[in-house]
């Protein structure tokens, strides 16, 4: 076949039945070999290291084959590489090749290519495979890193100078693909095709094989069996009968994607090359490169943005490429591709929206990744990732973060029996052996409850066989509470910032507590105060009055035990019950007046009034009296009209007191009183003056006080009536009420004690 | 006839006093304050005294303390009188040596009769 290759016949469906097509047989075959080879045992985990190994070896076959066949073609067939580009030189077709231009959509398309071949190598299932889910350790990556690239470099090394040899030296009308086992044919060399065609065919099916099993495993694992056990059913079975399921649906999805595949080749096989093949299902895989690289490096992308941006690039592909590919092989109407859907132009499938020159692959790809890309981050920004997705995010690409590793995702109990249970039905007892290996089996131990570790193992081994999603299901069954997935983290979290906020507010309401209890403690300590204050004033309200009585009480007993006492002596002591009655009615008074003003109930009737009239009419009224002392008394009242707002029975009751108290302490001997009304800026100033000792400065306020009688130099003189020591700081009350204030100052003309009444002027209106 | 020193700074009260003491036959001689009262024990030694507490200058209680102090005046009966109705000042005086504590207003009647108890013991 390799001698007579590349004459012997192309299989089609055209002219002979499909059975009679080597290719489908290809495909059986190797469906049998992946099926015995890739889900031979229960246990057959997502990964696979003794295929891993094989692919390994198939691949440093491939690449040593390759590199002899470009050692022969460069050092036997020419004289080393300047001889080959010597000889391509000589040929301008050839030479014409070599250009950038040449290349199909020009820069354009080179470059459009290498972003292609870039995404591919990250995002074909093959290589998402080998690359991510049979890597045991991340660490690999780090040589994967350096290595994996070399390789490619050590198997591209021949690409162009084999091609140049195989368009120098091979009959035109050989596929290029075939150059490899052409040219050494061609030369005679028999042993190295052999080689070639060997290390081609290993890495033919290494891939199929390979392919085969990724998509197979994400079939039964991603989308089958997480659908199956959602049915009750498939959780009460027996035994093992869940991996029987499991690798009936895996040899299956086998069967059928090889079949796939066969089907594709079929149908499409004339229309489009290997390599075009491979660009198709590049650009087709390359829509998941978005979501991937995004998801990486963005966090802010959500679900929602992947679903919709792989939708909208799989369909733009689908549509660019994968329907025009239907057309050229006859499928479809190749109207679709010359006119557009229905004639519209803009919407050629090669030429979307106009776009034009481009080759096939490059423009797909800028439509597809514009949707694509577009949709995901537009989607993204108007959608949050959820917590779950956010912790995903996290796990999976901090995973070198040794934080992170072996972090547990369980937050629910379950005891070890139950697990041993679980694995056991599922996995079978070797499974459980190697989970279980350093626990040994006892009843006790079965009630004991399982170790976070431990219990991440089993879902580790459960994932291995039946995939992380129905992995999580699994270990839910069993264990009581939830899986912390993100959610739970973040609830968590939530549920560690409430109660620290609740603390804050508590610890807020302990200090309001503290401050409340602090401002309770100095009220109870006023209260307190004013209560000393009001057993004093009772105390001194109750000196005052008995004062009065006494002298009462006693002239009425001895008048009334008196039957014979002398008229003139009876009506003295009359006099001094009369005289004494009226003082207690006044103090009395004085005292409801005291407790009006401190109550706030005095009840003032202030209305504009002419002052100097009020301090006229006081002189006038207490003139006589204290002409019967013998006192001095002037006054002068420098304005008229005085207009202020007041009350004039209480301006008057405050003028008196004031005159009053000043005849008590004017001087013994020649006792004067001095009255002056005066202005003083907008207000006016009524002071009243004594010729006695005056009050020294620390008396000045204290002679407000209720009940202060003055002592000392203050003193009344002999034979002089005291106060009851309520006139001042009442007199105090009521000019604070009418808004002006009451002081003592020293006498500015007479040398004894000042009392000054200021009240504010009238507004003009007023007056 | 007994002597009995009258001490208030209230004149009615005074008045009231020496005409009740008068009437009971004693002699009376009246002081208006602390100081007083002590130069009257002096000048003309007192059988009794009725002596208010709220005196201006020195109080009831320092006249009170200094006679007490004093070996001639250290059994002088007194009687004690305050226009304060409260139990301590009572207390006080009594435990400062007074012989009685007269609240005001009094009873006469009662007044004079303690005046009269406490001269006859003495007189006895």
Same mark, same amino acid.
């Given at each position: ?6 004459n012997?016949? /192309?299989?089609?469906l ?13 495909a059986?075959?190797?469906a ?11 246990d ?18 491939k690449?040593?084959a ?24 000589l040929?301008? &077709?050839?030479?014409?090749? #070599?250009?950038l ?6 820069t ?30 991340e ?19 021949f ?21 490899v ?9 028999e ?8 290390g081609?065919?290993?890495?033919a ?6 392919e ?14 997480p659908?199956?056990?959602r ?11 869940? *991996?029987?399921?499991?690798l009936g649906i ?8 090889l079949?796939l595949?066969? #089907?594709?080749?079929? #149908?499409?096989? /004339?229309?489009?090359? #290997?390599?075009t ?12 490169a978005?979501a991937?690289?995004?998801g990486? %490096? ?11 941006g ?12 994968? !329907?025009p ?35 096939? %692959? ?9 949707a ?20 995903q995010?996290?796990?999976?690409? @901090? ?21 041993? &249970?679980l ?15 350093d626990?040994?089996?006892?009843q ?14 089993a ?17 839910n069954?069993?264990?009581r509470?939830? *899986?912390l ?6 609830s ?26 602090? @401002?309770?403690?100095s009220?109870n ?13 009772v105390?001194?309200v ?11 009480r006693?002239?009425?007993e ?7 006492l ?6 003295h ?5 009369v ?18 003003? @401190?109550?706030?109930?005095?009840t003032?009737?202030p ?11 006081s002189? &006038?009224?207490?003139?006589?009296l ?26 008057e009751?405050?003028?008196?007191n004031? !005159? ?14 001095? !009255? ?7 207000? %006016? ?14 008396e000045?306020?204290r ?6 009688q003055?002592?000392?130099q ?12 309520l006139? !001042? ?22 040398g ?11 507004? @003009?209106?007023?007056? | ?12 009260i005074?008045?009231s ?26 000048s ?5 005294i ?7 200058g ?17 059994r ?8 304060h ?9 009594m ?11 009094f ?5 004079v ?12």
């Open positions: 076949m390799l001698i007579n290759y590349p012997s016949p /192309d299989a089609s055209a002219n002979e039945g499909f059975w009679l097509d080597k290719s489908l047989w290809v059986l075959v190797l049998v070999f992946i099926i015995l080879f890739g889900t031979r045992h229960l057959a985990s997502e990964r696979h290291e003794g295929m891993v190994a094989a692919i390994a070896l198939e691949s440093l076959v690449l040593v390759f590199m002899s066949v470009g050692v022969f073609v460069v050092f036997v067939l020419f004289a080393g590489l300047q001889d080959l580009f010597q000889q391509v030189a040929s301008p &077709d050839l030479a014409d090749t #070599l250009r231009d040449q290349v199909p959509g020009g354009t398309g080179w470059v459009g290519m290498l972003i292609l071949a870039f995404l591919a190598f990250l995002t074909l299932p093959r290589q998402f495979q080998v690359l991510v889910v049979e890597n045991v350790d660490h690999h990556l780090t040589r994967a890193s350096w290595l994996f690239p070399l390789y490619l470099l050590l198997i591209n090394l690409v162009v100078p084999i091609a140049l040899a195989g368009l120098l030296l091979g009959d035109v009308a050989d596929d290029p693909d075939s150059f086992l052409t040219l050494p044919l061609s030369a005679g060399a042993g190295l095709p052999l080689f070639v065609f060997i081609g065919l290993s890495a099916t290494g891939m199929v094989i390979v085969t099993i990724a998509l197979s495993t994400m079939v039964s694992n991603q989308l089958i069996m659908l199956l056990l049915f009750r059913f498939l959780h009460a079975s027996q035994p093992g009968q869940l *991996a029987g399921w499991l895996r040899r299956v999805a086998i069967v059928l994607l079949l595949g066969y #089907l594709y080749h079929a #149908l499409m096989g /004339d229309a489009y090359s #290997l390599v093949i491979g660009l198709v299902s590049f650009a087709g895989v390359a829509q998941f978005p991937l690289l995004i990486l %490096y963005w966090r802010g992308a959500s679900r929602l943005g992947a679903m919709l792989l939708i909208a690039g799989f369909g733009v592909w689908g549509y660019t490429l994968l !329907l590919g239907f057309a050229q092989s006859g499928w479809w109407d190749m109207a679709l591709i010359e006119q557009g859907p229905w004639g519209i132009e803009w919407l050629k499938p090669y030429a979307l929206f106009g776009l034009q020159g481009w080759d096939i %692959y490059t423009h797909a790809l800028l439509w597809s990744m514009l694509n890309v577009g949709l995901l981050v537009g989607a993204s920004l108007f959608s949050r990732p959820t917590p779950l997705e956010q912790t995010a996290a796990l999976f690409t @901090e995973a070198m973060h040794p934080n992170l590793q072996g972090t547990t995702l369980w937050r629910g109990q379950t005891t070890q029996g139950e697990l041993r &249970d694995l056991a039905r599922y996995l079978g007892a070797a499974a459980n052996q190697r989970v279980f290996a626990i040994a089996e006892s006790d131990a079965a009630d004991q409850i399982a170790s976070h570790a431990l219990v991440t193992r879902e580790q081994a459960l994932a291995g066989s039946l995939g992380s999603a129905s992995a999580r299901v699994l270990i069954s069993v264990v509470g939830e *899986a997935d993100l959610e739970g983290l973040l968590i979290l939530d549920t560690t910032s409430q109660t620290l906020e609740y603390n804050r507010r508590l610890e807020q309401k302990s200090d309001e507590l503290a401050r409340i209890g602090e @401002e309770l403690r009220a300590e006023r209260l307190r105060e004013l209560d000393r204050l009001k057993d004093e004033f105390a001194m109750s000196h005052e009055l008995r004062t009065p009585l006494t002298s009462i006693a002239f009425a001895i008048l009334r035990d008196g039957d014979n002398p008229e003139h002596k009876r009506q002591f009359l006099g001094v019950i005289h004494e009655s009226q003082r207690l009615s006044r103090l009395i008074e004085e005292i409801l007046d005291l407790a009006r003003l @401190e109550s706030g109930r005095l003032l009737d209305k504009p009034l002419d002052l100097a009239q009020v301090a006229q009419r002189v &006038d009224a207490i003139s006589r204290q002409e019967n002392r013998g006192i001095a008394l002037d006054s002068a009242i420098d304005v008229e009209p005085a207009i202020i707002i007041g009350d004039e029975d209480r301006l009751q405050v003028i008196i004031l !005159l009053d108290n000043a005849g008590k302490f004017a001087d013994t001997d020649q006792p004067k009183v001095r !009255l002056r009304l005066y202005r003083h800026k907008r207000h %006016y100033r009524l002071s009243v003056e004594d010729n006695g000792k005056g009050i020294s400065e620390d000045r306020e002679v407000f006080e209720k009940f202060h003055i002592q000392e203050g003193e009344v003189p002999r034979g002089r009536p005291k106060g009851s020591g006139g !001042l700081p009442i007199s105090r009350g009521i000019v604070a009420h009418l808004g002006g204030r009451l002081w003592v100052e020293d006498a500015p003309n007479l004894g004690a000042c009392l000054i009444m200021e009240l504010p002027e009238a507004p @003009e209106q007023a007056q | 006839m007994a002597n009995i020193l009258v001490v208030d700074d209230e004149p009615n005074v008045l006093l020496e005409f009740l003491m008068e009437q009971a036959g004693y002699k009376v001689t009246t002081a208006e304050d602390g100081e007083q009262a002590l130069a009257c024990v002096e003309t030694p007192p059988d009794l009725l002596l208010d507490i709220s005196l201006p020195i109080s009831g209680f320092d006249v009170l303390e200094q006679l007490r102090a004093q070996a001639a005046t250290e002088l009966p007194i009687i004690m009188l305050t226009a109705g409260r139990e301590v000042e009572r207390e006080k005086g435990a400062m040596g007074a012989d009685d504590y007269v609240t005001k207003p009873s006469t009647q009662a007044l009769e303690k005046v009269r108890q406490l001269i006859g013991e003495e007189a006895s």
